[in-house]
């Protein structure tokens, strides 16, 4: 069984330019959440993703966008970058019900100049 | 709307010595709680999580956590900590309809030789 996984490992970017993180879901799931976790805070729910659409969006705005595809992993978007942007996101995959693990993966590493 | 309050930012204790991570949460609703473990420039892992059932919950490698609805508390505790379990610790709340999660802010465990 593979785990989640995510690529790149760490990026670097500048203000304006616009990033795509990526996400493998772990086998068998369904549902991929995405987490922002700035330096020394919990991770925040940016959205999720289930059979293809939104599913629950946190409190970020239009810039931060998704995709989840047929085979369940996902793409993380951020356009227009700004300096606090900088964080480790974070993909989750999980079983859609109302009780299910979510598993997470090792994360991105963004920082932006 | 939930929220999780983690008390302690850091939390210094000696090895083999007890241990207890404070966290409060607030919910209108039924909730799902969890703790987290994130290792140095690792992801997260879950340590242990209160679905139903009996309020007291065990992880396989001696943490504990109970749930006190009336307290609104899920603290976690160890009576022995090792120098392997320092970490950051996170507490976490799930709204089961969105299946999304909202974590603490954190708490570092630092193990003291």
């Known amino acids: 069984e593979t785990g989640v996984t995510q690529s790149p490992t760490h990026l670097i970017k500048t203000r304006g330019q616009q990033v795509t993180l990526r996400c493998s879901s772990q086998?068998?799931?369904?549902?991929v959440s995405w987490y922002q976790q700035a330096l020394g805070q919990g991770p925040q729910f940016i959205f999720q993703y289930y059979r293809e659409e939104e599913n629950g969006r946190g409190n970020f705005p239009p810039r931060f966008s998704g995709l989840q595809f047929p085979n369940y992993s996902s793409e993380l978007n951020v356009n227009a970058l700004e300096l606090d942007d900088s964080a480790l996101y974070l993909c989750?995959?999980?079983?859609?019900?109302?009780?299910?693990?979510?598993?997470f993966g090792p994360g991105t590493r963004l920082t932006v100049l | 709307a939930q929220s999780v309050t983690q008390l302690d930012s850091q939390v210094p204790v000696f090895e083999e010595a007890p241990v207890e991570l404070r966290c409060n949460y607030s919910s209108s609703v039924s909730v799902y709680l969890f703790w987290y473990v994130q290792y140095p420039n690792q992801g997260l892992q879950l340590l242990l999580k209160?679905?139903?059932?009996?309020?007291l919950v065990e992880s396989i490698n001696g943490f504990e956590a109970e749930f006190n609805k009336s307290q609104t508390s899920f603290h976690l505790r160890k009576p022995s900590v090792h120098i392997s379990d320092t970490a950051e610790y996170f507490c976490a709340v799930s709204d089961a309809k969105y299946d999304k999660i909202i974590f603490g802010k954190g708490t570092r465990l630092h193990i003291l030789p």
């Open positions: 989750a995959s999980s079983l859609r019900d109302s009780v299910s693990e979510q598993f």
């Open positions: 086998s068998g799931h369904n549902t």
């Open positions: 209160y679905l139903s059932g009996s309020t």
